[in-house]
Each structure stands twice: as structure tokens, then as C-alpha cells.
């Protein structure tokens, strides 16, 4: 039983020690053990990884700090090792499901947790099954892969043996993501990519990535997973056991996508990829981990394919289409960049001093990071195009021109404001008529991108 002593001493050391800087390393020093065996032991024993725990303990008392006295958020962010104000309250917001601010006027409630004790109780007899596919790549090993569903579709794909040009690129097009912006309703809220907002689009990005790779699949919302969650896991399980992943909305961290590729425990436990995991993999209770997922998809069973040149020319004839999305809780298109671009303005509060900038902060990244992935990944994508695709070269060319325009006012928005994250200094928001000018800009970033969608064709019915 040394393993539940050495946790039960790690707990103690890390709970003496939260408001210090200090590592995995250090806490397996601590206990005399090899750092890989004791996160092993501790992941077993608790359920949660090292750092995931660390994280939890640190926010449930940061959040009790903050509701408490009249300690600022930016030293609050410092005080819990967090290097930077926004990284904070990202990561606060995720956890308490409310940022600093709200927290701290008591506008809605705190999210605690409490130090974990150890109870152990002996269960025996049963030789449990685990099972894990072979060749299920990692998401985000390119660091520009910057859209988790295309990313999953990549590694499951490759997983099932299938033709290695349906990459991350392919399924990115296919799906819209290289050619929608968006912009979440929710104040300050992470605009997520067009495949994010699965379920309720009108141009289904999960729908078009099938038809396009050639699979049947099957997509099980939040609502039906609630009423077996059993039934749900045990079908996950029968899947892995085929060699085929299953594909899941928010199981960790935002609701992005993540990709499950074994089990342990006869199911008890799910074993996956997802981009805010420890390590980039996770290891959870199936029935606490469905609890955080908003879908599930199954991959069925292959049928005729319209090949990879097909697929592509398909997503460049759905450019106007994708320009033209009616807005949901998102608004897309040109009424994004609009959108994004009068944020600036609406409200001189948000920007009246650098401990609220967090937030505005983490929206505009967001933002900035969707055009930016796209930009990088244009250029290939059309020369792709135009190989496979010959006859369609002069759509190609009127694409490839328009862009440059695109490109060029995406340019001057980064320039203005010293880099994809205002690098240089984030107070400038503080100033309104900087503010004025960034928000022409943006707008004049998504005129440029309207006119790219509509060169080839389309109704102009996204208007801002």
C-alpha cells in the first residue's frame, strides 16, 4: 500500500504548498519517488492528473480569496502562479463557470473544491479489460493546427488506414473552418471555429467532413446521451473494441473537440486526445467524463467517396455559402469582423483599466487566431485546389488574388496593434481613439473578406 501513503503525502505537500512555484518533479522528490511511477499512482488513486488537481485546488481558492476581500485580479493571477492576468482569468472563468470580476461583486456563485482525502476500500475478483487502438496520432502536434474537429478527423482517419491527404488541411476546407469567421453573442465569450459550433448550424461542418472523407457517422447530442449515459459508454467501448475512435465534444477543458481511443477498466475508463488535457492525453472516469461532453460522434461504416479532389472542389464552391450563414448564437462572416470591430466601442467600461482588459483580450485572440490560421493555411490550400482540380483554375485565380487584399488588411490589424496579442503593450486599449482606429481596421479586414467570399459568385446576404 505504499503507493496510497506516497499519494496521501503528496497531497499534504501540495496543499502546503499552493501559493508556491514548484513541479511535479518537486512533489515526487518530496516522496522519495520517480516522477513518471508517482503520476501513475496518482492518477489511479484520485482520478485526477498532478497538474489538474494543482489547478482545481488553486482556483477554488483564488475564487474564495477574491469573493472575500478586495484584493485585486491581477494580484490574485500572480499570488496562484499564473503568469499572466488573461491566462488567469481564462482558466478562472473555465473552472467557476464566472469571471474575477462577476466573482468578486457577487454576482454569481462560487465553484469549490475541496482538498481530496483518501478512503480505501477493496473491491476484487475481476480481471478488468483495457483496450487501445494503435496509430491514433496526437492533436496539436503542429502548433498551426489550430482547429481541434479537423485535427480529430485527421487522427481518425489515419487510424483506420485511410489516404494520408486527409489531413488536417483537407478536413479544415471541408468543413468551413477555413473560410467562416465568427463572433459569439456572449459578452467576451471565446469565439470558437466554425466546426465548434456543431448541432445547430446551417451548413452542419461535422455533416460536410463526412460526406467529403466518404463515412457514414452518427452524432449523439448532450440530451440523448443524458437519458442512457450507459448505454452511450458501453457504445463507445464496442466501437474501440472494432478499432474505430469516437470523436467527443468538451470532454476536457472548452468544448472543443477531443478523440477517444481506448478504454481501461471494462469502460470505467475512457483514454483519449484532446488539445487541454495534461500531456495532451486523458485518462477519465467514463461517467464523470460523459457528464462534460456536449457530443459524441461514431464513425460508421465507409460508403463511396468522392475522393479528395472532389471533396475540395466541393468546399470551394460552398465559399459564398459559408459567407452567407445566418447568425445562431454566433454571428458569422463579415457581421463577425463588424461585430468584433464595434466590441471596441460599446462600452468604455470594459476598457477603463488594465486589470479589466483580460477578457477583451482573450475574445480578440480568439478572433485574431481564426483569421490568422486561415491566412496560413490559404496559399497551400489553393495551389492544392488548383492541381487537383484544373478546370477550376480561373476560380482559383480570382480566389488567390482577392485574398492577397484579405491578407494585406489582416496585416494592417496585427501591425497596429504589435502582434496577434498586442505583444507590445496591452494598455493601448486604455486609449479610446487607438480603439476608433483598430476598430476601422477590423472592419476594413472583414470587407476584405466578404469580397473574397462573393469573387466567385453568391448571394451578398451577410450584411453587417
Known amino acids: 500500500m505504499s503507493w496510497i501513503n506516497e499519494t496521501q503525502n503528496a497531497l499534504r505537500f501540495i496543499e502546503n504548498n499552493l501559493l508556491n512555484n514548484f513541479t511535479i518533479e518537486d512533489v515526487a522528490t518530496h516522496i522519495h519517488s520517480s516522477s513518471s511511477n508517482f503520476q501513475r499512482a496518482f492518477s489511479i488513486v484520485t482520478g485526477y492528473t498532478i497538474a489538474e488537481y494543482i489547478r482545481l485546488r488553486r482556483l477554488s481558492l483564488a475564487g474564495k480569496e477574491l469573493s472575500e476581500g478586495e484584493t485585486k485580479v491581477i494580484d490574485v493571477a500572480f499570488r496562484y502562479n499564473y503568469d499572466t ?30 482538498p481530496l482525502t483518501i478512503d480505501v ?20 502536434e503542429t502548433k498551426t493546427e489550430n482547429y481541434m474537429f479537423p485535427c480529430c478527423m485527421r487522427s481518425a482517419m489515419y487510424a483506420l488506414g485511410e489516404d494520408k491527404e486527409l489531413d488536417f488541411m483537407f478536413f479544415a476546407g471541408a468543413c468551413g473552418d477555413f473560410f467562416v469567421q465568427t463572433w459569439s ?9 466554425y466546426s465548434g459550433n456543431h448541432g445547430n448550424a446551417t451548413l452542419d461542418p461535422v455533416q460536410l467532413a463526412f460526406d467529403a472523407c466518404g463515412y457514414e457517422y452518427e452524432y449523439i447530442p448532450k440530451a440523448e446521451m443524458e437519458k442512457d449515459m450507459a448505454k452511450c459508454i458501453q457504445k463507445i467501448v464496442e466501437s474501440i473494441n472494432k478499432g474505430v475512435p469516437v470523436l467527443t465534444y468538451g470532454i476536457v ?4 473537440c477531443s478523440i477517444i481511443y481506448g478504454y481501461d477498466e471494462n469502460g470505467d475508463t475512457l483514454i483519449g486526445w484532446a488539445q487541454f488535457a495534461e500531456n495532451e492525453y486523458f485518462e477519465l472516469k467514463a461517467k464523470d467524463g460523459l457528464k462534460e461532453s456536449e457530443a459524441l460522434i461514431f464513425i460508421g461504416n465507409k460508403k463511396p467517396s468522392v475522393g479528395i479532389a472532389e471533396g475540395i472542389r466541393k ?14 448564437n454566433i454571428q458569422f462572416g463579415k457581421a463577425a469582423f463588424y461585430a468584433w470591430a464595434d466590441s471596441l466601442l460599446n462600452n468604455d467600461d470594459d ?41 477550376i483554375a480561373p476560380t482559383i485565380d ?12 489582416f496585416d494592417a490589424v496585427t501591425d497596429f496593434q504589435g502582434g496577434f496579442f498586442f505583444d507590445n503593450d496591452r494598455n493601448v486599449l486604455l486609449d479610446k481613439e487607438y480603439r476608433v482606429k483598430l476598430s476601422l481596421l477590423i472592419k476594413e479586414l472583414g470587407d476584405r473578406y466578404h469580397d473574397f467570399c462573393h469573387c466567385i459568385g453568391g448571394k451578398e446576404e451577410n450584411k453587417a
Not at 479589466?356 to 485574431?368: E, I, W
Not at 480570382?398 to 488588411?409: I, N, R, W
Open 315 to 328: 468546399s470551394i464552391e460552398n465559399i459564398p455559402n459559408f459567407a452567407n450563414l445566418p447568425e445562431t
Open 85 to 114: 492576468p488573461e491566462s488567469f482569468t481564462k482558466a478562472f472563468a473555465k473552472f467557476h463557470g464566472a469571471t474575477p470580476s462577476e466573482i468578486k461583486k457577487g454576482e454569481k456563485p462560487l465553484k469549490t473544491f475541496v
Open 121 to 140: 476500500n477493496i473491491k476484487g475478483g475481476y480481471v478488468m479489460a483495457r483496450k487501445l487502438i494503435p496509430n491514433v496520432e496526437k492533436l496539436y
Open 398 to 409: 480570382k480566389l488567390e488574388q482577392s485574398y492577397k487584399y484579405a491578407s494585406t488588411a
Open 253 to 256: 477543458g472548452p468544448p472543443t
Open 351 to 391: 476598457f477603463a483599466d488594465e486589470e479589466k482588459l483580460a477578457q477583451p483580450l482573450d475574445t480578440y485572440g480568439s478572433c485574431t487566431v481564426q483569421f490568422g490560421t486561415n491566412r496560413h493555411y490559404m496559399s497551400d490550400y489553393l495551389s492544392k485546389a488548383r492541381a487537383l482540380c484544373p478546370d
Open 185 to 193: 453573442k456572449d459578452e467576451w465569450g471565446y469565439c470558437v471555429e
